[in-house]
Protein backbone atom coordinates (compact mmCIF):
# COMPACT_ATOMS: atom_id res chain seq x y z
CA UNK A 1 0.00 0.00 0.00
CA UNK A 2 3.01 2.26 -0.21
CA UNK A 3 5.33 3.34 -2.67
CA UNK A 4 2.36 5.07 -5.05
CA UNK A 5 3.44 8.11 -4.46
CA UNK A 6 2.97 9.89 -7.93
CA UNK A 7 -0.76 8.99 -7.31
CA UNK A 8 -1.30 10.67 -4.18
CA UNK A 9 -4.73 12.87 -4.43
CA UNK A 10 -6.70 14.52 -1.93
CA UNK A 11 -10.27 15.88 -1.89
CA UNK A 12 -12.43 18.03 0.40
CA UNK A 13 -16.64 18.43 1.00
CA UNK A 14 -18.90 20.04 3.44
CA UNK A 15 -21.54 18.06 4.52
CA UNK A 16 -25.24 19.42 6.11
CA UNK A 17 -26.86 17.48 8.80
CA UNK A 18 -30.35 18.93 9.63
CA UNK A 19 -30.57 17.88 13.20
CA UNK A 20 -34.53 17.45 15.02
CA UNK A 21 -32.96 18.46 18.87
CA UNK A 22 -30.80 16.77 21.38
CA UNK A 23 -30.12 13.53 20.14
CA UNK A 24 -27.76 11.22 17.85
CA UNK A 25 -27.71 11.12 14.37
CA UNK A 26 -25.99 8.25 12.21
CA UNK A 27 -23.93 9.71 9.38
CA UNK A 28 -22.03 6.67 7.74
CA UNK A 29 -23.75 6.18 5.00
CA UNK A 30 -22.93 9.85 3.24
CA UNK A 31 -20.08 9.75 4.60
CA UNK A 32 -19.01 6.13 3.34
CA UNK A 33 -20.99 7.61 -0.52
CA UNK A 34 -18.03 10.48 -0.42
CA UNK A 35 -15.58 8.58 0.09
CA UNK A 36 -16.52 5.78 -2.96
CA UNK A 37 -17.58 8.82 -4.95
CA UNK A 38 -13.74 10.11 -4.41
CA UNK A 39 -12.02 6.83 -5.77
CA UNK A 40 -9.42 7.07 -3.23
CA UNK A 41 -8.98 3.61 -2.09
CA UNK A 42 -6.22 3.75 0.88
CA UNK A 43 -5.28 7.17 2.65
CA UNK A 44 -6.82 9.20 5.26
CA UNK A 45 -10.33 10.70 6.08
CA UNK A 46 -11.05 13.62 8.22
CA UNK A 47 -14.58 15.00 9.69
CA UNK A 48 -14.51 18.29 11.12
CA UNK A 49 -17.58 19.25 12.85
CA UNK A 50 -18.00 23.29 12.37
CA UNK A 51 -19.81 24.41 16.04
CA UNK A 52 -19.36 24.56 19.68
CA UNK A 53 -22.66 22.86 20.86
CA UNK A 54 -22.87 19.36 19.36
CA UNK A 55 -20.10 16.78 18.47
CA UNK A 56 -18.81 14.05 16.11
CA UNK A 57 -18.92 10.50 18.11
CA UNK A 58 -18.01 7.05 16.74
CA UNK A 59 -20.37 4.49 18.50
CA UNK A 60 -22.17 1.45 18.67
CA UNK A 61 -24.23 0.62 15.48
CA UNK A 62 -25.95 -2.45 16.52
CA UNK A 63 -28.06 -1.87 19.52
CA UNK A 64 -30.21 2.03 20.07
CA UNK A 65 -30.47 1.54 23.45
CA UNK A 66 -26.57 2.37 23.64
CA UNK A 67 -27.50 5.73 22.06
CA UNK A 68 -29.98 6.42 24.29
CA UNK A 69 -28.27 5.19 27.34
CA UNK A 70 -25.52 7.76 26.12
CA UNK A 71 -28.03 10.56 25.93
CA UNK A 72 -28.59 9.52 29.82
CA UNK A 73 -25.36 9.51 31.01
CA UNK A 74 -24.73 13.11 29.88
CA UNK A 75 -27.53 14.65 30.65
CA UNK A 76 -27.27 13.19 34.58
CA UNK A 77 -23.47 14.76 34.26
CA UNK A 78 -24.36 17.49 32.79
CA UNK A 79 -27.47 18.66 33.74
CA UNK A 80 -29.39 21.25 32.11
CA UNK A 81 -30.34 24.45 34.36
CA UNK A 82 -27.24 23.57 36.47
CA UNK A 83 -26.87 27.22 38.68
CA UNK A 84 -22.92 26.64 38.56
CA UNK A 85 -23.54 28.41 35.03
CA UNK A 86 -22.85 32.18 34.51
CA UNK A 87 -23.28 31.68 30.74
CA UNK A 88 -27.62 31.28 30.47
CA UNK A 89 -28.62 34.08 28.41
CA UNK A 90 -29.26 31.43 25.01
CA UNK A 91 -31.14 29.06 27.33
CA UNK A 92 -30.71 25.94 30.02
CA UNK A 93 -29.00 23.56 27.32
CA UNK A 94 -26.84 26.08 25.78
CA UNK A 95 -24.00 25.48 28.06
CA UNK A 96 -24.53 22.10 28.98
CA UNK A 97 -24.03 21.60 25.00
CA UNK A 98 -20.74 23.46 25.03
CA UNK A 99 -19.45 20.97 27.97
CA UNK A 100 -20.87 18.11 26.11
CA UNK A 101 -18.91 18.81 23.05
CA UNK A 102 -15.45 18.94 25.40
CA UNK A 103 -16.41 16.01 26.58
CA UNK A 104 -16.32 14.07 23.73
CA UNK A 105 -14.93 15.56 20.04
CA UNK A 106 -15.29 17.71 17.50
CA UNK A 107 -12.89 15.80 15.23
CA UNK A 108 -12.25 12.47 13.34
CA UNK A 109 -9.45 11.03 11.82
CA UNK A 110 -9.90 7.50 10.27
CA UNK A 111 -7.55 5.92 8.19
CA UNK A 112 -9.52 4.77 4.26
CA UNK A 113 -8.71 0.62 3.35
CA UNK A 114 -10.25 -1.36 0.61
CA UNK A 115 -11.92 2.03 -0.44
CA UNK A 116 -13.94 2.37 2.89
CA UNK A 117 -13.20 4.53 6.17
CA UNK A 118 -11.45 1.30 8.24
CA UNK A 119 -14.28 1.38 10.82
CA UNK A 120 -14.73 -1.73 13.17
CA UNK A 121 -17.68 -4.04 12.34
CA UNK A 122 -20.02 -2.35 15.00
CA UNK A 123 -18.86 1.47 14.59
CA UNK A 124 -20.91 4.24 13.25
CA UNK A 125 -20.03 7.71 12.80
CA UNK A 126 -22.78 9.81 14.12
CA UNK A 127 -23.32 13.63 14.73
CA UNK A 128 -24.56 14.24 18.48
CA UNK A 129 -26.98 17.37 18.28
CA UNK A 130 -26.58 18.80 22.14
CA UNK A 131 -29.30 21.87 22.12
CA UNK A 132 -33.18 21.03 22.83
CA UNK A 133 -33.74 22.97 18.86
CA UNK A 134 -33.69 21.71 15.78
CA UNK A 135 -30.36 22.79 13.83
CA UNK A 136 -28.55 22.93 10.53
CA UNK A 137 -24.73 21.81 11.27
CA UNK A 138 -21.94 21.89 9.01
CA UNK A 139 -19.16 19.13 8.84
CA UNK A 140 -16.02 19.88 7.01
CA UNK A 141 -14.66 16.48 5.28
CA UNK A 142 -11.08 16.00 3.46
CA UNK A 143 -9.51 12.96 2.18
CA UNK A 144 -6.26 12.33 0.84
CA UNK A 145 -4.58 8.88 -0.58
CA UNK A 146 -4.30 6.89 -3.89
CA UNK B 1 -10.10 20.18 -5.46
CA UNK B 2 -9.24 16.84 -6.22
CA UNK B 3 -6.74 15.73 -8.59
CA UNK B 4 -4.22 18.21 -8.01
CA UNK B 5 -1.64 15.30 -6.94
CA UNK B 6 1.09 16.94 -8.15
CA UNK B 7 1.63 20.26 -5.93
CA UNK B 8 1.07 18.43 -2.63
CA UNK B 9 3.99 19.31 -0.03
CA UNK B 10 3.59 19.29 3.85
CA UNK B 11 5.26 21.24 6.09
CA UNK B 12 6.22 21.11 10.24
CA UNK B 13 6.32 23.74 12.74
CA UNK B 14 6.12 23.86 16.85
CA UNK B 15 4.71 26.45 18.57
CA UNK B 16 5.39 27.61 21.72
CA UNK B 17 2.72 29.05 24.28
CA UNK B 18 3.56 29.99 27.50
CA UNK B 19 0.48 29.78 29.92
CA UNK B 20 0.17 31.77 33.19
CA UNK B 21 -1.14 28.88 35.20
CA UNK B 22 -4.85 27.25 35.19
CA UNK B 23 -7.04 28.84 32.01
CA UNK B 24 -8.08 28.57 28.52
CA UNK B 25 -5.72 30.23 25.89
CA UNK B 26 -6.87 31.49 22.23
CA UNK B 27 -3.93 30.06 19.96
CA UNK B 28 -5.94 31.17 16.62
CA UNK B 29 -4.40 33.98 15.82
CA UNK B 30 -0.80 32.54 15.43
CA UNK B 31 -2.20 29.17 13.92
CA UNK B 32 -4.05 30.97 10.86
CA UNK B 33 -1.04 33.13 10.39
CA UNK B 34 1.21 29.83 10.16
CA UNK B 35 -0.87 28.29 7.70
CA UNK B 36 -1.33 31.56 5.63
CA UNK B 37 2.55 31.41 5.41
CA UNK B 38 2.69 27.78 4.45
CA UNK B 39 0.59 28.85 1.22
CA UNK B 40 -1.15 25.61 1.50
CA UNK B 41 -4.86 26.78 -0.02
CA UNK B 42 -6.77 23.30 0.86
CA UNK B 43 -4.99 20.44 2.69
CA UNK B 44 -5.01 19.32 6.27
CA UNK B 45 -3.85 20.60 9.27
CA UNK B 46 -2.87 18.81 12.86
CA UNK B 47 -2.19 20.02 16.03
CA UNK B 48 -0.53 17.95 18.69
CA UNK B 49 0.40 19.03 22.72
CA UNK B 50 3.24 17.73 23.72
CA UNK B 51 1.93 17.36 27.10
CA UNK B 52 -0.15 15.14 29.87
CA UNK B 53 -1.38 18.00 31.77
CA UNK B 54 -3.10 20.53 29.31
CA UNK B 55 -5.68 20.40 26.01
CA UNK B 56 -6.15 21.54 23.09
CA UNK B 57 -9.73 23.06 22.73
CA UNK B 58 -12.02 23.93 20.23
CA UNK B 59 -14.61 26.53 21.83
CA UNK B 60 -16.78 29.19 21.23
CA UNK B 61 -14.82 32.08 20.83
CA UNK B 62 -17.43 34.57 20.96
CA UNK B 63 -18.72 35.06 24.87
CA UNK B 64 -15.78 34.52 27.57
CA UNK B 65 -18.18 33.66 29.99
CA UNK B 66 -18.66 30.38 28.04
CA UNK B 67 -14.60 29.56 28.92
CA UNK B 68 -15.22 30.40 32.45
CA UNK B 69 -17.75 27.80 32.97
CA UNK B 70 -16.00 25.26 31.17
CA UNK B 71 -13.44 25.94 34.16
CA UNK B 72 -15.91 25.94 36.42
CA UNK B 73 -17.61 22.66 35.14
CA UNK B 74 -14.21 20.74 35.29
CA UNK B 75 -12.89 21.95 38.26
CA UNK B 76 -16.11 20.93 40.16
CA UNK B 77 -16.15 17.17 38.36
CA UNK B 78 -12.54 16.37 39.01
CA UNK B 79 -11.59 18.46 42.06
CA UNK B 80 -7.98 19.22 42.95
CA UNK B 81 -7.30 17.41 46.32
CA UNK B 82 -9.51 14.29 45.77
CA UNK B 83 -8.77 11.97 48.01
CA UNK B 84 -9.31 9.50 45.48
CA UNK B 85 -5.69 10.02 44.28
CA UNK B 86 -3.25 7.86 45.47
CA UNK B 87 -0.47 10.28 42.34
CA UNK B 88 -0.24 13.41 44.63
CA UNK B 89 3.93 13.55 44.93
CA UNK B 90 3.30 16.74 42.09
CA UNK B 91 0.82 18.65 44.01
CA UNK B 92 -3.08 18.53 44.45
CA UNK B 93 -3.66 19.77 41.16
CA UNK B 94 -1.21 16.83 39.00
CA UNK B 95 -3.29 14.09 39.40
CA UNK B 96 -6.69 16.38 38.15
CA UNK B 97 -4.78 17.76 35.25
CA UNK B 98 -4.18 14.22 34.21
CA UNK B 99 -7.95 13.37 34.23
CA UNK B 100 -8.88 16.32 32.26
CA UNK B 101 -6.55 15.75 29.78
CA UNK B 102 -7.96 12.44 29.53
CA UNK B 103 -11.54 13.70 29.42
CA UNK B 104 -10.54 16.51 26.58
CA UNK B 105 -8.02 16.10 23.83
CA UNK B 106 -3.90 16.54 22.85
CA UNK B 107 -4.69 16.01 18.86
CA UNK B 108 -7.04 18.38 16.39
CA UNK B 109 -7.13 17.65 12.91
CA UNK B 110 -8.97 20.43 11.04
CA UNK B 111 -8.90 20.57 6.86
CA UNK B 112 -8.08 23.67 5.54
CA UNK B 113 -10.19 25.27 2.58
CA UNK B 114 -9.33 28.48 1.47
CA UNK B 115 -6.38 29.12 2.69
CA UNK B 116 -7.56 28.92 6.17
CA UNK B 117 -8.28 26.05 9.12
CA UNK B 118 -12.39 25.27 8.17
CA UNK B 119 -13.28 26.35 11.71
CA UNK B 120 -17.30 27.60 11.89
CA UNK B 121 -17.90 30.81 12.87
CA UNK B 122 -18.15 31.02 16.65
CA UNK B 123 -14.86 28.45 16.84
CA UNK B 124 -11.66 28.78 18.56
CA UNK B 125 -8.44 27.06 19.10
CA UNK B 126 -7.46 27.44 22.89
CA UNK B 127 -4.91 25.20 24.71
CA UNK B 128 -6.58 24.79 28.06
CA UNK B 129 -3.86 24.39 30.88
CA UNK B 130 -4.86 22.33 33.60
CA UNK B 131 -1.70 23.31 36.38
CA UNK B 132 -1.89 26.10 38.88
CA UNK B 133 1.42 27.41 37.84
CA UNK B 134 2.67 29.14 34.59
CA UNK B 135 4.09 26.25 31.90
CA UNK B 136 5.90 26.38 28.46
CA UNK B 137 3.74 24.50 26.34
CA UNK B 138 5.00 22.60 23.58
CA UNK B 139 2.19 21.71 20.06
CA UNK B 140 3.76 20.19 17.08
CA UNK B 141 2.00 21.48 14.23
CA UNK B 142 1.69 19.69 10.37
CA UNK B 143 0.02 20.92 7.13
CA UNK B 144 -0.26 18.82 3.91
CA UNK B 145 -1.79 20.04 0.92
CA UNK B 146 -1.80 22.11 -2.01
CA UNK C 1 10.83 20.16 6.30
CA UNK C 2 8.07 21.84 3.16
CA UNK C 3 8.65 21.39 -0.85
CA UNK C 4 9.65 17.87 -1.14
CA UNK C 5 6.47 17.39 -2.84
CA UNK C 6 7.56 14.87 -5.55
CA UNK C 7 8.71 12.23 -2.24
CA UNK C 8 5.32 11.99 -0.67
CA UNK C 9 4.09 8.96 -0.08
CA UNK C 10 1.71 6.55 2.53
CA UNK C 11 1.72 3.25 4.31
CA UNK C 12 -1.17 1.49 6.14
CA UNK C 13 -0.90 -1.16 8.95
CA UNK C 14 -3.44 -2.92 11.39
CA UNK C 15 -1.73 -3.71 15.00
CA UNK C 16 -3.20 -6.06 16.76
CA UNK C 17 -3.59 -5.67 20.84
CA UNK C 18 -4.49 -8.27 22.89
CA UNK C 19 -5.67 -7.45 26.18
CA UNK C 20 -6.05 -8.93 29.57
CA UNK C 21 -9.15 -6.97 30.57
CA UNK C 22 -9.88 -4.27 31.98
CA UNK C 23 -6.33 -1.41 32.30
CA UNK C 24 -4.29 1.06 30.26
CA UNK C 25 -1.39 -1.14 27.88
CA UNK C 26 1.18 0.77 26.65
CA UNK C 27 1.44 0.49 22.43
CA UNK C 28 4.16 3.02 21.88
CA UNK C 29 7.24 0.69 21.44
CA UNK C 30 5.48 -1.42 18.09
CA UNK C 31 4.16 2.22 16.65
CA UNK C 32 6.78 3.44 17.26
CA UNK C 33 8.74 0.37 14.94
CA UNK C 34 6.66 0.58 12.44
CA UNK C 35 7.01 4.30 11.68
CA UNK C 36 10.93 3.60 11.81
CA UNK C 37 10.32 1.00 9.89
CA UNK C 38 8.23 3.25 6.99
CA UNK C 39 11.37 5.40 6.49
CA UNK C 40 8.92 8.50 6.50
CA UNK C 41 10.88 11.25 8.28
CA UNK C 42 8.59 14.00 8.38
CA UNK C 43 4.49 13.46 8.31
CA UNK C 44 1.38 12.71 9.87
CA UNK C 45 0.86 9.24 12.38
CA UNK C 46 -2.93 8.61 12.42
CA UNK C 47 -4.26 6.22 14.85
CA UNK C 48 -7.92 4.68 14.96
CA UNK C 49 -9.51 2.09 17.34
CA UNK C 50 -11.55 -0.01 15.86
CA UNK C 51 -14.09 -0.70 18.39
CA UNK C 52 -16.58 1.41 21.18
CA UNK C 53 -15.79 -0.43 24.32
CA UNK C 54 -12.12 0.78 24.28
CA UNK C 55 -9.99 3.74 24.14
CA UNK C 56 -6.56 5.16 22.37
CA UNK C 57 -4.79 7.55 25.01
CA UNK C 58 -1.81 9.61 25.36
CA UNK C 59 -0.79 9.78 28.74
CA UNK C 60 2.50 10.18 31.25
CA UNK C 61 4.64 7.49 30.42
CA UNK C 62 6.71 7.73 34.00
CA UNK C 63 4.65 6.77 36.82
CA UNK C 64 2.55 3.92 37.00
CA UNK C 65 0.27 5.56 39.57
CA UNK C 66 -0.98 7.89 36.74
CA UNK C 67 -2.81 5.05 34.98
CA UNK C 68 -3.50 3.54 37.97
CA UNK C 69 -5.87 6.91 39.46
CA UNK C 70 -7.20 7.38 35.77
CA UNK C 71 -8.80 4.11 35.88
CA UNK C 72 -9.83 4.92 39.52
CA UNK C 73 -11.46 8.31 38.51
CA UNK C 74 -13.66 6.72 35.52
CA UNK C 75 -14.95 4.17 37.63
CA UNK C 76 -16.12 6.21 40.11
CA UNK C 77 -17.26 8.64 37.16
CA UNK C 78 -19.14 5.56 35.69
CA UNK C 79 -19.55 3.20 38.23
CA UNK C 80 -20.07 -0.28 36.84
CA UNK C 81 -23.86 -1.78 36.99
CA UNK C 82 -25.55 1.83 37.61
CA UNK C 83 -28.95 1.27 37.65
CA UNK C 84 -29.48 4.18 34.95
CA UNK C 85 -28.58 2.05 31.99
CA UNK C 86 -31.26 0.48 30.41
CA UNK C 87 -28.36 -1.56 28.07
CA UNK C 88 -27.20 -3.79 30.40
CA UNK C 89 -27.85 -7.52 28.68
CA UNK C 90 -23.90 -7.74 27.83
CA UNK C 91 -23.07 -7.50 31.12
CA UNK C 92 -22.68 -4.44 33.70
CA UNK C 93 -19.42 -2.90 32.10
CA UNK C 94 -20.39 -2.94 28.79
CA UNK C 95 -22.73 0.56 28.76
CA UNK C 96 -20.36 2.33 31.18
CA UNK C 97 -17.67 1.19 28.44
CA UNK C 98 -19.11 2.65 25.73
CA UNK C 99 -19.51 5.97 27.94
CA UNK C 100 -15.63 5.48 28.58
CA UNK C 101 -15.29 5.42 25.15
CA UNK C 102 -17.41 8.75 23.88
CA UNK C 103 -15.31 10.51 27.06
CA UNK C 104 -12.16 9.78 25.59
CA UNK C 105 -10.59 9.16 22.33
CA UNK C 106 -10.63 6.37 19.57
CA UNK C 107 -8.90 8.24 17.19
CA UNK C 108 -5.12 10.08 17.44
CA UNK C 109 -3.03 12.29 14.78
CA UNK C 110 0.26 13.02 15.56
CA UNK C 111 3.04 14.51 13.48
CA UNK C 112 6.04 12.34 12.54
CA UNK C 113 9.50 14.54 13.10
CA UNK C 114 13.15 13.22 13.08
CA UNK C 115 11.37 9.68 11.86
CA UNK C 116 9.48 9.40 15.42
CA UNK C 117 6.09 10.45 16.54
CA UNK C 118 6.32 14.37 17.90
CA UNK C 119 5.17 12.86 21.54
CA UNK C 120 6.73 14.55 24.18
CA UNK C 121 8.98 13.72 26.70
CA UNK C 122 6.28 12.74 29.24
CA UNK C 123 4.15 11.43 26.33
CA UNK C 124 3.25 7.54 25.68
CA UNK C 125 0.89 5.90 23.08
CA UNK C 126 -2.06 3.76 24.90
CA UNK C 127 -5.35 1.42 24.47
CA UNK C 128 -7.54 1.79 27.24
CA UNK C 129 -9.42 -1.45 27.95
CA UNK C 130 -12.62 -0.91 29.47
CA UNK C 131 -13.99 -4.38 29.33
CA UNK C 132 -13.47 -7.08 32.08
CA UNK C 133 -12.49 -9.80 30.18
CA UNK C 134 -9.76 -10.14 28.04
CA UNK C 135 -10.33 -8.85 24.86
CA UNK C 136 -8.45 -8.85 20.98
CA UNK C 137 -8.20 -4.88 20.31
CA UNK C 138 -7.87 -3.95 16.43
CA UNK C 139 -5.90 -0.64 15.27
CA UNK C 140 -6.41 0.86 11.81
CA UNK C 141 -2.38 2.70 11.33
CA UNK C 142 -2.13 5.29 8.44
CA UNK C 143 1.20 7.40 7.73
CA UNK C 144 1.73 10.06 5.55
CA UNK C 145 5.05 11.82 4.21
CA UNK C 146 8.29 11.61 3.11
Redesign the interface.
Known amino acids: ????????????HQFTVNTRGRGIYEITQPVMEWVEK?SIK???L?L?????SASL????NA?P??R???E???S???PDG?P????TAEGEDD?PA??R?????????????ASRP??????GIYLWEHRHHAHTR?V???I???
Open positions: MSGQRSMLRQSSSSGLTHLQHTLIQEDEVRDLRFFRLVDLFEHMHVTALTAVNLSIPIMALGTWQRAAHIGE
